[in-house]
């Protein structure tokens, strides 16, 4: 299978590290240059099998893309190239809620190319880890069994082992919604506040995930799965999570590099609003939206979230 891969961040890099393993791939950037030594993944050095280019015309020339875009990015690009795109295999690895169309990526990439077929790559991967070439287990996500048993072993390798689920919203809204309880995982470490507190924002984060995304349509047992729980218990619990790292640096009161991409504070928002629309409790993602906006102090959102009415777990 032709693979291109748009958008040379840290996972789109990543991946066409991992998947140039298996044939020739190509990895599109805006400002891509020559140089094999990839900015976002430092120590590693861009294989010869990767074509880099910074021509789109030449990268939309293949029949699968991978889009390496943030959640928050796609929906422009897609606008600005839909015909180009539309009617292709288009597999998106963004984890976030869109803020202005309150969806995934799979309904931003259905509404933008609706001749496109449309797959989620997702699931526990840091794209240093995968660079490395460390094993890890990914969700392929395609409502078309067919085309997802194809990409599934497309995309698999001797160390990337992808399993593969027809349930679209429930992959794609799992990677969404870890990023934020990730935030709130990261805000009591750096409160120092403790691990017995990240477990039950992990816990009860779990179970917004699981209410949020059943009331949006995906099967329970999709998030119980690499692209829910296997994603939010990596990025609950490691400091290579830039969410986590965003929140612990909220939790401490200290500066953050606002240039990186955590996606969790967009889709926090997009969250409360969907929440409040929805009629669906979800206090955490509510916190964390309200200590990213800084509309309240982390004593006073922790304060709030330990003073709710007791109810049945
Ligand atoms: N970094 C990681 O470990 C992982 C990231 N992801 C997801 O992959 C997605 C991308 O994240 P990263 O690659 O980590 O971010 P990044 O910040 O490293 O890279 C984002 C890339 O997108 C490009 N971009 C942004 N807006 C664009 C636009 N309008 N047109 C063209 N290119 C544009 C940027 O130039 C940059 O190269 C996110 O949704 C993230 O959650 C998923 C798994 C692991
Ligand atoms: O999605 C990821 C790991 O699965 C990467 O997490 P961060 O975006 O928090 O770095």
Redesign the pocket.
Known sequence: MNITI?????????LAVALSVNGPVTLW???LGSDRQSP?LPGVTLPAAINLTEDLDTALNAQCLLL????Q??G??LA?HADALDGKTLVS????IDLTHLTG?SSLIAQACPAAHVAVL??P??????ARGLPTALTLACTDPKIGQSLQHAFSTPVLRLYRTTDVTGAELG?ALK?VIAIAAGIVIGARLGDSARAAIITRGFAEMTRLAVRLGARSETLTGLSGLG?LTLTCTSP???NFRFGHALGEGAAFDTT??V?GVATARAVARLAERLGTDMPIAAMVARLADGTVSVEKALEDLMNRPLKEE
């Open positions: 748009l958008g040379a961040g840290a996972f789109g890099t990543a950037g805006r400002r976002r390496g875009l943030p959640a990015a796609l422009g690009f600005d690895t963004a984890k976030g990526p997702t699931g991967s840091f794209a240093a880890d995968i990677g990023n994603d290579q999570s830039r990186t991409t996606e």
